[in-house]
């Protein structure tokens, strides 16, 4: 009988998109054929000053895991464990951090707490100082940032996790003797480490991949991905190679330990997984207590967002040294809806995300049939060749795109795409692979698979089942996972920044040349149009 | 040759080591409804797939009124198939899931027309606008018959029809079932591992095992001629006991017990043989037979089933209720009993 090797052309699809450029990275940065060299390794190895960037990645990698964890997992367990007034509302509010895009959420933190942002003016004015009371600046701020918004992580999975403890677990350990703290300890919190150890890992490569803090508050604090990105615009092409591939040999390395980490010991509650009701603050002083830390740590965290709000209405060169803005207006906003040199950005970040966003639904839809429903026989190198754009910093990606679509050699699948509309559509693609075919294949293994063959017993061929029952069916995961990729890739600095032509420059771009500018009006216009494309992605996204 | 009706002929699948499906052929005639009856791992569902095209043969031909349709896929078999969860469509509703398999080429009136016949023909009338999920699991089922019929199929496929409902609803369920595809008159192939569902709405049941067809009868000559002791113990229930032939048509099970049998193959005196009883054969005797003391009563109603101690192992009979109590010694002759050669003697 006729067996096809199932999966074969998705494959190499995928050797191209993701494994062959960061190949060629690798081959590069040891001189390619011809030139083999381990010279440009070599001074990677004794410059100090790369060892610090590599270091200080991996230190600020940890730190912000730390932090991030401290905060957002007992926010988890506060809004998970106890009701009280506004909960829910406040629940919903603390997550919005993740619909910041992370240069938005970087220029929201300037405002508030940069130089002369209305923090720190506040307090200068409040202690009586001429001068600012602090230097926003370097691994603090950058630390800062990433907790900010990253705590988010924790925060989510902590919850998810915990409305899956099943309530007699806990009731179980109470009555063995174990008083709350240890039940937490002893208990729920060996539960929640498939959960935690997830959080880490988002947030270890998000922070090792990071590029917008640093770029704006790292000032003489070089962290790896900075470096490539210099090296690169100074020319010297052979050390960003090898920086590139430093810094993509941390990320496996990391996402190596923590795969052992949760492999070691996963454990799995069984039991009929009814979680355990949140208790409901019964004093009246606890419940107000609650309600205030809740709704301060909300304020605390949305000041950002109106920051960003407040000074997209500050015409531009009317806020100098006041300590508040003296004037407002809507100016920015006509600005950007009546020049079209202003608007161009924004509809290019619109049209490139979601083209890339079509590109990677379908490519997820495309793997999604392989690896679940017809059990390809590559489906396992489907499955890594999907995640490894995750495990790969973007400043990487970006690079290896660059490298490999700027030189013509169709033969081996190279074809000149730096310079041309394509380039930043199709690197947003691949770096929104792993987030649509996450989504996507989720949903196909909920997918009863007794759908596909009632449809093919009642006589629907392959295109009427996908139009009439698939995608239908996947509706809920297309559109999250969609949400997500479109959200990254509207809001993408790190890999525009390599790749971008003036033609198809993004608004990340025109945000970054705004602040150069110090038309910091119109750089949070930018940011809050940016804010409201990713709630409503989100909301449309989570729409069931 | 032109054959009406659904013929497997020399069916073979493996998994990997494992033949799932050994050489299987089977004919089920025009309008007759065939039950495939078998334990777990028997190869039952696998041969459902395999008729239905959702599983690739290793070997052998499927035929339906003498077309070969092993080459085609399911969309092109023109088979409906109920599933074993129904696996309707949870995001059309009732009418849409109905509507699903018809031909394009019918207009919008006769699809209508076709959804209102099948929906009556499973007493769903006027269901059409209904949520799937608004409907009971026994309204489910009937939905998904709906939708297989809808398109008039050459052969109606069930996978285990009824294993979804609880027992109460399972009865009438199996009645109603069993009226709509006489209805239509469709060939029908249904998977069961319970013999009440092969026996109430099979026509003719196949026994499979380990991916054999071990033997194919209307459900009356395979509960009273099993043709292996596998079947014998499988369908319905019996006792086993060892034995010797003392002629072609009597056994010894003991000294001085000896029971009249019936045999498969034939049989010579002094073979040794494996005796199947059935409990309804036993029979009280005076004095005289296989004797035992009652160990457990289990009451159906007007008739008990009890289990005895005996010389030769336990032993079970039915009985009217008031014929024995626990404890209670008996004396046992079977009236008939079934006859298999004991293999390696």
């Not at chain 1, 997550?95 to 933190?109: K, S, T």
């Not at chain 1, 409901?280 to 920051?307: D, K, M, S």
């Not at chain 2, 060939?187 to 026994?207: I, K, P």
């Amino acid at each position: 009988m006729r067996r096809k090797p199932l999966g074969l052309a998705l494959s190499l699809l995928l050797v191209w998109l993701v494994a062959y450029p960061i190949s060629l990275v690798l081959l590069e940065s040891v001189g390619g054929p011809g030139e083999w060299t381990l010279e440009h390794l070599v001074a990677f190895m004794s410059d100090s000053f790369e060892w610090s960037a590599l270091w200080a990645s991996v230190w600020i990698s940890l730190a912000s895991v730390a932090l991030a964890g401290a905060i957002g997992i007992p926010v988890g367990f506060f809004f998970e464990t106890f009701t009280f007034p506004g909960r829910r509302i406040l629940g919903a509010l603390i997550a919005l951090p993740v619909v910041l895009p992370p240069l938005v959420g970087v220029i929201a933190f300037m405002f508030l707490y940069g130089e002369s942002g209305f923090i720190t003016r506040l307090v200068g004015a409040a202690l009586g100082l001429d001068g600012s009371p602090w230097r926003f600046r370097g691994a603090g701020a950058i630390l800062l940032v990433h907790a900010y918004s990253m705590y988010v992580y924790f925060y989510l999975f902590t919850r998810a996790g915990l409305a899956k403890v099943d309530a007699s677990m806990i009731e179980a350990a109470q009555s063995l003797g174990c008083s709350q703290w240890q039940t937490v300890r002893r208990v729920v919190l060996p539960l929640l480490r498939p959960q935690i150890l997830a959080a880490a890992l988002l947030t270890f490569m998000t922070s090792l991949g990071s590029f917008s803090a640093p770029y704006i508050f790292g000032g003489v604090f070089r962290v790896m991905t900075i470096q490539i990105v210099n090296s690169k615009l100074n020319g010297n092409m052979n050390a960003a190679m090898v920086e590139t591939v430093a810094l993509a040999s941390v990320a496996f390395i990391a996402l190596w330990l923590f795969g052992r980490a949760g492999a070691r010991r996963s454990v799995a509650a069984t039991g009929k997984g009814v979680a355990s009701a949140a208790r409901n603050l019964e004093q009246p002083l606890a419940r107000w207590v609650a309600a205030v830390l809740g709704w301060t740590f909300a304020v605390v965290l949305l000041l950002p967002h109106v920051t960003l709000i407040v000074v997209s209405f500050v015409p531009f060169g009317t806020w100098t040294t006041q300590l508040i803005p003296p004037e407002y207006s809507l100016g920015n906003y006509a600005q950007l809806i009546q020049e079209p040199e202003r608007l161009r950005p924004l509809v290019n970040s619109l049209w490139m995300a979601a083209a890339a966003t079509i590109g990677a639904l379908s490519l997820a839809l495309w793997a999604g049939r392989n690896i679940v429903q017809r059990k390809a026989v590559l489906k396992g190198v489907i499955d890594r060749l999907l995640n490894v754009p995750w495990a790969v910093p973007g400043t990487v990606l970006a690079i290896a795109i660059a490298t490999t679509f700027s030189v013509y050699a169709p033969w081996v699948g190279r074809w000149i795409l730096v310079g041309t509309v394509l380039i930043l559509p199709l690197a947003y693609l691949i770096r929104n692979i792993p987030i649509t075919a996450g989504s996507v294949i989720a949903g196909f293994r909920q997918l009863d698979p007794a759908f596909d063959e009632a449809a093919a017993s009642l006589g629907a061929g392959r295109l009427k089942t996908l139009r009439r029952i698939t995608i239908p069916l996947l509706k809920p995961a297309l559109l999250a996972g969609g949400a997500l990729a479109f959200v990254t890739a509207v809001g993408d600095f790190v890999t525009s920044i390599q790749l971008y032509t003036f033609n198809t420059r993004p608004v990340s771009i025109e945000i970054v040349a705004a602040l150069r500018d110090f038309d910091l009006g119109m750089a949070a216009v930018y940011g809050v149009v940016l804010m409201l494309v990713s709630a409503g992605a989100m909301v449309l996204g989570t729409r069931r | 040759m032109s054959q009406a009706g659904l013929h497997l002929e020399h069916l073979t699948k493996r998994f990997g080591d494992h033949v799932a499906v050994r050489d299987l052929s089977l004919s089920v005639p025009p309008g007759s409804i065939l039950a495939l009856l078998g334990p777990s791992g028997s190869g039952k569902t696998t041969t459902l797939r395999l008729i239905a095209g959702f599983e690739t043969l290793d070997s052998g031909s499927v035929t339906v009124d003498g077309e070969d349709v092993t080459a085609l896929r399911p969309a092109d078999r023109r088979f409906g198939m109920v599933f074993q969860h129904y696996a309707l469509f949870p995001h059309l509703n009732v009418g849409e899931n109905v509507r699903f398999g018809l031909a394009r080429s019918l207009s919008a009136a006769e699809r209508r027309q076709r959804v209102a016949e099948s929906l009556a023909l499973v007493d769903l009338r006027g269901f059409e606008e209904r949520r799937v999920n608004e409907l009971s699991g026994g309204q489910q089922q009937r939905v998904a018959v709906a939708r297989a019929v809808a398109p008039r199929p050459r052969v109606l496929l069930f996978d285990e029809p009824l294993s979804n409902l609880d027992p109460a609803l399972r009865e009438r369920t199996r009645r109603e079932l069993r009226a709509a595809i006489n209805q239509i008159g469709v060939t029908t192939v249904f998977v069961t591992h319970e013999q009440e569902e092969a026996f109430a709405l099979g026509d003719v049941v196949a026994v499979l095992r380990n991916g054999g067809l071990e033997q194919v009868a209307t459900p009356t000559e395979l509960y009273e001629k099993p043709i292996s002791h596998f079947v014998a113990t499988f369908v319905g229930r019996a006792t086993t006991l060892k034995g010797v032939m003392i002629s072609a048509d009597r056994v010894r099970v003991a000294t001085g017990i000896e029971w009249p049998v019936t045999s498969p193959v034939a049989l010579e005196a002094g073979q040794q043989v494996s005796v199947t009883v059935r409990p309804e054969m036993f029979v009280s005797s005076d004095e005289v037979g296989l004797t035992g003391t009652v160990r457990e009563v289990r009451y159906t109603g007007a008739r008990a089933f009890f289990e005895v101690d005996t010389q030769l192992g336990n032993v079970e009979f039915e009985a009217d209720v008031h014929a024995a109590r626990v404890g209670d010694t008996v004396w046992l002759s079977a009236r008939n009993a079934r006859a298999f050669p004991r293999r390696g003697k």
